[in-house]
């Protein structure tokens, strides 16, 4: 069974940055993957993911703050968040398919993705 375990979250200032890092235990790194967030209160949303080829899908609230990026050698997902807002303040999760696709169309689908990792929290003061 894959694990998938997530690092860099942490507390930052509104307009500050964070670097999360979600890595495999697996060689099935070549599958989709995404991250995911659940700010409190609220229901799990699709952040950024991408495909097996490397195209990106990102929420319309993340656009152009936000980049996903995968090193398949090092089987590393990283999400870089630029000028984080207090809307950004959630529990983080990275997410893993069941098998690789192509396409970016279903990549927010959260019943797609068979493994999740237990979750980072990104807190974003105004």
């Known amino acids: 069974q894959v694990e998938l375990v997530e690092s860099g979250g942490g507390s930052v200032q509104a307009g500050g940055s964070l670097t999360l890092s979600c890595t495999a235990s697996e060689d099935t790194f070549t599958y989709c993957m995404g991250w995911f967030r659940q700010p409190p209160g609220k229901e799990r949303e699709g952040v950024a993911a991408?495909?097996?080829?490397?195209?990106?899908r990102y929420a319309d609230s993340v656009k152009g703050r936000f980049t996903i990026s995968k090193d398949n050698a090092k089987k590393t997902l990283q999400l870089q968040m630029n000028s984080l807002k207090s809307d950004d303040t959630a529990m983080y999760y990275c997410?893993?398919?069941?098998?690789?696709?192509?396409?970016?169309?279903?990549?927010?689908?959260?019943?797609?993705?068979?493994?999740w990792g237990q979750g980072t929290q990104v807190t974003v003061s105004s």
């Open positions: 997410a893993q398919w069941r098998n690789r696709c192509y396409g970016t169309g279903n990549l927010f689908r959260s019943d797609m993705y068979e493994v």
């Open positions: 991408i495909d097996t080829r490397g195209g990106t």
